[in-house]
Each structure stands twice: as structure tokens, then as C-alpha cells.
């Protein structure tokens, strides 16, 4: 079983950034591709961002494509989303997810964590 934990989530202004962890318990995840997902209030959950096993390849959502950047850390395993020039349509609950398999997509993930709130107030 793998645990993920998310923090870094916040109230930030538009135009602003924030860095967002996910860290991973109970194994390791190197081998183990990693996504970013999101849940705005009346929405259904979106995908945001992912990035393979070991890094070299990752993949964003169009509508982050170019503000958000995915990475990890495999030796504290932990991967990060650093979020920049913040809209306010980027308010959602972001959730880490884990995948058993180094291929990075953008679907059929096998572990969650419980979110973190980020509010980009206008």
C-alpha cells in the first residue's frame, strides 16, 4: 500500500505561486509514475499533471501547459507542483495520485491522497 500525504496548499492572489509536495509512504514510488489532479466546487475531478517513474517525461493539462511544472524527488520520495501566474480558475482542491506503473498518463491511478485546498482570490 502506498499512503500519499499533499501539502502546500493555500489562499494566494491571482498572478501569484505556489509549491505544492506530495509525499509517499509505505513504499517506494520511484518506480511509479505521479499525477496531479483537481476538484473545483461543482466539478468533476480534472487532470492536471503527471510525470513517469523516473522524471524524464511528463505531460499537463492544457490549461496549465506552460504556468504549472511537475517534478519529483525520488530519493525523498516526494513529488512537487510548482504553480505559477495563479488565476482564479485555478481554485480547487489538488489531489497526488500514484500510478503502478512508470508509464505517465493521464488516467487509471491507484492511490489518492486527501487534497489540499488552493484558493487564487482576483
Known amino acids: 500500500q502506498v499512503q500519499l500525504v499533499e501539502s502546500g496548499g493555500g489562499l494566494v492572489q491571482a498572478g501569484g505561486s505556489l509549491r505544492l509536495s506530495c509525499a509517499a509512504s509505505?513504499?517506494?514510488?520511484?518506480?511509479?509514475?505521479m499525477g496531479w489532479f483537481r476538484q473545483a466546487p461543482g466539478k468533476e475531478r480534472e487532470f492536471v499533471a503527471t510525470?513517469?517513474?523516473?522524471?524524464?517525461?511528463?505531460y499537463y493539462a492544457d490549461s496549465v501547459k506552460g504556468r504549472f511544472t511537475i517534478s519529483r524527488d525520488n530519493a525523498k520520495n516526494t513529488v512537487f507542483l510548482q504553480m505559477n501566474r495563479l488565476k482564479p480558475e485555478d481554485t480547487a482542491v489538488y489531489y497526488c495520485?500514484?500510478?503502478?506503473?512508470?508509464?505517465?498518463?493521464?488516467?487509471?491511478?491507484?492511490?489518492w491522497g486527501a487534497g489540499t485546498q488552493v484558493t487564487v482570490s482576483s
Open positions: 509505505g513504499r517506494t514510488v520511484s518506480t511509479y509514475a
Open positions: 510525470i513517469s517513474g523516473s522524471g524524464g517525461i511528463t
Open positions: 495520485a500514484a500510478r503502478r506503473s512508470a508509464y505517465a498518463v493521464e488516467y487509471d491511478y491507484d492511490y
